[in-house]
């Protein structure tokens, strides 16, 4: 059965939260804020906070140097992921994924379909893996945020829940570069 394992101790994971956008600051930027206030609370660290242009080589740049950062676990990006001309978050995203986690994506357009029927279609939530670092690309919304907070990521950051989480497989993200080094 799934569920929070209470014998297990809590492990916190160090989460840099990035948004995307070219109209708001970090003062202004309530998805970000929505991610941070719900990733404390849970007991995780946030390790870095920044704020880039939707361009694929400004997200590229900023989310290569946190891949580099041994400090850094997991990202979460927010903004960007829209289908207009400028939403290039997943562009950026798939150019610096080893691996995709397509479920990710499907679970958050499955759970959002609940809450605001077929426009879920519209978001290209996405989440994948590099350099040992867990990266989720999600909608710019701040109700689209607590959804992706609430019902998955909550979850698969809390190294509690069972059957299985992300956490427990961070030390094996890493498998492939330790073998070829």
Not at 5 to 24: E, G, K, N, Q
Not at 41 to 52: F, I, K, S
């Amino acid at each position: 059965m799934a569920g929070i394992d209470t014998t297990r101790p809590f492990v916190p994971v160090h989460i840099a939260v990035l948004t995307v956008s070219d109209t708001r600051t970090l003062a202004e930027d309530r998805s970000g804020a929505v991610l941070i206030e719900r990733l404390e609370a849970a007991g995780h660290v946030l390790a870095d906070r920044a704020l880039v242009r939707d361009e694929v080589a400004a997200i590229t740049a900023r989310l290569n140097a946190w891949i580099a950062n041994p400090g850094i676990e997991v990202v979460l990006a927010t903004g960007g992921t829209g289908v207009t001309g400028r939403d290039v978050t997943p562009e950026a995203f798939h150019a610096v994924y080893e691996k995709e986690i397509p479920g990710f994506g499907e679970l958050f357009r499955q759970l959002s379909y609940a809450k605001i029927g077929s426009s879920t279609i519209q978001s290209r939530a996405s989440a994948g893996v590099a350099g040992g670092t867990y990266l989720f690309a999600l909608p710019g919304s701040p109700g689209a945020c607590k959804d992706a907070w609430d019902d998955i990521l909550a979850y698969q950051l809390d190294v509690r829940y069972r059957p299985c989480n992300f956490v427990e497989l961070l030390p094996r993200l890493t498998e492939h570069m330790r073998r070829a080094g």
